[in-house]
């Protein structure tokens, strides 16, 4: 959560308005099938005793752009079944994650 945390903190830095932080995937699913106006999901992949896999499909059927934090690589086998996103690989810096966000057409250079 600390790692959410920090990430928050980051993106409100960038100029998001309202960043939610998720303590579990079932209450990431519940806010997702809600209906909620979502712009864009950073998801870590591993959770420890489960992944975001569910949530990050949940919100590719609603066409979410997601950028995944992972110290995993895009070829790792914890990402088969992922959908589409961009990669984030931890550890990051502010730059790493300011260029993920510019890549994304979240952030100007």
């Keep these: 959560m600390i790692v959410a945390y920090d990430a928050a903190a980051m993106l409100s830095e960038f100029g998001a308005r309202d960043v939610v932080i998720f303590g579990t995937v079932e209450e ?32 590719r059927e609603r066409a979410v752009p ?21 990669m984030l690989i931890k550890p990051f810096t502010n730059d790493d994650f300011a260029n993920a966000l510019i890549s994304m057409g979240f952030a100007e250079a």
């Excluded at 997702?32 to 949530?55: C, R």
């Design 66 to 86: 997601i950028l995944y934090s992972t110290g995993y690589d895009e070829q790792s086998v914890m990402m088969d079944g992922f959908p589409e996103g961009k």
């Design 28 to 59: 990431a699913l519940l806010h997702i099938a809600g209906g909620n106006d979502i712009s864009m999901a950073l998801l870590d992949i591993n959770l420890g005793d489960e992944t975001s896999l569910e949530a990050a499909k949940a919100l």
